[in-house]
């Protein structure tokens, strides 16, 4: 070994690396206190901390790109009520059925279950109360810049790209919209405070390879809670996909057991390079390995070692990881 490597080596042991600080990503905004993927969702968001602020993107008729969860309306809105006649033989309406015009009337509530029309988190917005409105991916993006200036604090952002394949199936070819409108803001590389998210591996590997998107991709996996059989435990899968995404975003049920103790996921996942974020944290809906959200938490960044979290509740991660002496990561 030359003086030169061997200096290097005592160098590394001396001084590791400091771990990253855990992300704090607002799952559809601070949507635990007004309705989700609204403005002053995304608002509240940035005020309380977070380090990172989602967006679910789906498109319009006319291919604009609109920050809702779904590619339904009924839930969120009153759709029904202004455009009795626009559903599909499912009895359900469909963004990309309307144009941006159309979406721009319509009024965003608190989340129903739209068979009962009850809300899905009774203790959360009353959903008749507000004149909530859609907003497109560049107005989100415009808020949160105004944000980054008039605060000095500037959030990460993190679209998710919905069900492309469905989009695609419509008629319509939704990544390369969002990719432009995220490289016309210099959010193209790793260095940005920016994850492009998604659950379908090809529509990655198509970011990556034919639109070659350079900033940081996560895969989001479905699935129940499982423990050893995970299938992206079998040899070399990690490392595969580390070869496209930079992370991996499971349920909370695939990091945590229903034992309460870490599944191999997270520590498989880091051998591998790659980052864990997984969903969702919600105080008025805690997992079931959890006594609190204080046990939820600690279970999650202590002892499963994830590497950020998405959570309803920003204001309630940022707390407990002060708390820790974590002052938090800052995207910029
Ligand atoms: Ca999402």
């Known amino acids: 070994m030359t003086d030169l490597r061997r200096l290097a080596l005592v160098a590394m042991l001396i001084s590791p690396p400091a771990a990253a600080a855990p992300l704090v990503i607002a799952h559809r905004g601070a949507s635990g206190y007004l309705p989700e993927h609204t403005l002053p969702a995304k608002a509240m968001a940035h005020a309380q901390g977070a380090d990172f602020v989602e967006q679910d993107v789906v498109l319009s008729r006319d291919d ?11 839930a969120i809105s009153d759709v029904a009520d202004l455009h009795p006649g626009r559903a599909r033989g499912d009895g359900r309406y469909y963004v990309v059925d309307f144009t941006l015009e159309e979406l721009r009337g319509l009024r965003l509530c608190e989340r129903r279950d739209p068979k009962t029309g009850r809300q899905v988190f009774p203790g959360r917005f009353p959903a ?8 497109t991916l560049e107005e989100e993006l415009d808020l ?16 998710e790209i919905k069900q492309p394949s469905w989009h695609r199936r419509e008629g319509h070819d939704i990544a390369p919209i969002v990719v432009d409108v995220l490289r016309r803001r210099g959010l193209d590389s790793k260095e940005a405070a920016c994850f492009i998210q998604c ?5 990655l590997v ?10 940081r991709l996560v895969l989001l ?3 129940s809670p499982q423990d050893v059989d995970d299938p992206l435990l079998a040899a070399g899968e990690l490392a595969e996909l580390a070869r496209v995404v930079d ?14 103790r870490p599944t191999p996921l997270v520590t498989a996942a880091h051998a591998a390079g790659l980052v864990v974020h997984p969903y969702t944290f919600r105080v008025d809906q805690l997992p079931p390995f959890a006594t609190s959200a204080d046990d939820a938490l600690r279970r999650l960044f202590l002892d499963a070692g ?8 920003p204001d309630v991660c940022v707390r407990w990881l002060e708390r820790q002496g974590n002052p938090g990561c800052r995207p910029d």
């Open 221 to 223: 996996l479905g699935g």
């Open 128 to 135: 008749d109360t507000g004149t909530f409105r859609i907003a």
């Open 199 to 203: 659950f379908e591996a090809d529509e």
């Open 206 to 215: 198509r970011l990556r390879a034919d639109l070659a998107w350079r900033g």
């Open 64 to 74: 604009v790109p609109v920050v809702l969860h779904d590619i339904h309306l009924d």
């Open 306 to 313: 994830v590497d950020g979290l998405f959570s309803d509740f």
């Open 247 to 260: 992370g991996i975003g499971p349920p909370l049920g695939r990091v945590i057991g229903a034992d309460g």
């Open 144 to 159: 949160l810049e105004g944000l980054a200036r008039s605060t000095g604090r500037r959030v990460g952002v993190y679209p």
